[in-house]
């Protein structure tokens, strides 16, 4: 079981709590949990990737296990506390504007 | 007809403002889908418990959402909170946000580039819908409008979009640069005598006509002159603001363009200008009276650079034979000390009688007129930025 924590705003949009659960099945990364947050939400597709690419939307962080994971692979395999859900992997809207 | 539904959308949600037929005691609702930016709200022609809104955010891009209850209650088209009892295979699920070019080889190429500020070509990329008109005679249909300039149809109530992509391919297509707003297409107007006629405005390219449903089209800027670009007279490469016409009397359109308030008389295919004695013919919206097809409002602007009212007085100038004379009309507006816009798709009129004139300024007031444009009075004063306003009549 994953633990998520989403930014306010698709919170909102996907009308759940700020954490949410998924279950991955093999390696956990940040595309195997993002596949497994879209499945289980269809509301947030587009939103935090874009929906063709799958590339991440400019001003989306990823942080995982307190580490800033947003410029990594998105295939690398994250720490083994996000895997099993001792620690949460987040979605971070980028503090920007003024 | 028992109430009116002024919907509105603003830089932080969406607010629905509602009033009996006297139009004198409003209640307000919201803020719907708070903290996003709503460019456009707008229900259908021939369901008014249908209604679209154009939901974005720099941050997590478009979302459409569609209410089946008059904006009680909302959701994504195709989005369930059921999902996972949803069965595979069954109706497609998050993608009434995705809006992707056609670069297919049947209907989509040559489309892959547009001029960029600098001059070279630059790839479209979707950023956000900018307006939605739904169909005259099917409320599971509806048009986008969006930005970078391109229209798309949904024929399944907004839970799958399509481009019409006929017109991002006219062959004008790689000369086409965004304005200082980006490159929208913010202008849809529908013909209720042919299903096949639609017009389009697309800041910075100018206005475009379909004579068959969308699959080809002519830009219709004969008449049109534009100091700012190269080429003033140009068929193309016109910032047209905002474009309307009457439904009684489809042919007839007016715009109000980047300066100057024109008008046409055979459908676009050639242009007058009827500034006349306005104080400036820089502005945004237009709108024609419910009634009278004459009956044009506009609200002047002092100048590109400068995206306030001249002399800091708010004023609606009203034509009355939709022609070069122009009256203020003041009563109730702020005459002085006034600073802020109305933007395009910010003005709306009701199909009571008399016709109330409604619109939302930049400043977070939104003004009715039960008098066609008379006098004045807020319904609100305090809301964000007021990006647009349409009205039901019920």
Redesign the interface.
């Known amino acids: 079981m994953i633990r998520v924590v989403l930014p306010f705003h698709l919170q909102t949009l996907a009308n759940c709590e700020r954490e949410v659960t998924v279950d991955v099945d093999g390696t956990v990364t940040q595309r195997s949990i993002l596949d497994a947050l879209e499945a289980r939400f269809p509301m947030l597709r587009g939103t935090v990737r874009e929906h063709v690419t799958l590339q991440r939307r400019p001003r989306v962080r990823f942080f995982a296990a307190g580490k800033d994971v947003t410029h990594d692979s998105p295939d690398d395999e994250l720490p083994t506390s996000v895997a099993t859900g001792s620690k949460p992997f987040m979605i971070v809207g980028a503090v920007a504007g003024g | 007809m028992t109430a009116i539904r002024v919907l509105v959308g603003t830089r932080k949600g969406a607010f629905i403002l509602t009033s009996d037929a006297r139009r004198n005691k409003w209640s307000v609702d919201g803020p719907y889908?708070?903290?996003?930016e709503i460019y456009h709200v707008k229900g259908s022609p021939v369901d008014p418990d249908r209604i679209y809104a154009s939901q974005s955010?720099?941050?997590?891009?478009?979302?459409i959402q569609r209410s089946d209850d008059g904006g009680k209650t909302w959701s994504?088209p195709?989005?369930?909170?059921k999902?996972?009892e949803m069965p595979q295979g069954g109706m497609p699920?998050?993608?009434s946000?995705?809006f992707?070019y056609d670069t297919s080889e049947e209907t989509g190429k040559p489309l892959t580039t547009h001029q960029w500020y600098d001059g070279t070509q630059h790839p479209w990329e979707f950023a956000r819908v900018w307006h939605l008109e739904p169909s005259l005679d099917d409320p599971d249909t509806c048009y986008a409008g969006v930005e970078d300039a391109a229209l798309f149809r949904t024929t399944d109530g907004g839970v799958t979009w399509h481009e019409l992509a006929g017109l991002r391919g006219h062959t004008s297509g790689p000369d086409w640069m965004p304005g200082a707003g980006g490159m929208c297409l913010h202008t849809i107007v529908l013909d209720p005598e042919n299903t096949d006629r639609i017009v389009c405005a697309i800041s910075a390219a100018g206005a475009f006509r379909t004579e068959d449903g969308g699959r080809t089209w002519a830009p219709i800027n004969q008449g049109l002159h534009s100091e700012y670009i190269p080429e003033p007279t140009a068929e193309v490469g016109h910032c047209v603001h905002h474009i309307t016409a009457h439904p009684s009397n489809p042919n007839t359109l007016f715009m109000q363009k980047h300066w100057d308030v024109m008008r046409s008389d055979d459908g676009g295919d050639s242009w007058r200008e009827i500034s006349g004695n306005l104080p400036s013919d820089f502005g945004f919206p237009i709108a024609v009276h419910s009634h009278d097809p004459e009956t044009v409002y506009v609200v002047p602007i002092l100048s590109d650079s400068l995206h306030y009212p001249p002399d800091g007085k708010l004023r609606v100038y009203r034509s009355r034979a939709g022609n070069e004379e122009w009256e203020a009309l003041t009563k109730g507006l702020p005459q002085e000390h006034c600073y802020v816009n109305v933007l395009r798709d910010a003005m709306a009129v009701d199909r009571a009688d008399p016709c109330g004139i409604y619109f939302g300024t930049t400043g977070g007031q939104v003004y009715v007129s039960n008098n066609e444009g008379d006098s004045w009075e807020a319904i609100v004063r305090d809301l964000p930025a007021v990006l647009s306003v349409e009205v039901q009549t019920i």
């Open positions: 889908f708070a903290g996003w955010s720099s941050w997590f891009g478009q979302i994504q195709g989005s369930d909170d999902v996972d699920q998050g993608v946000n995705k992707v």
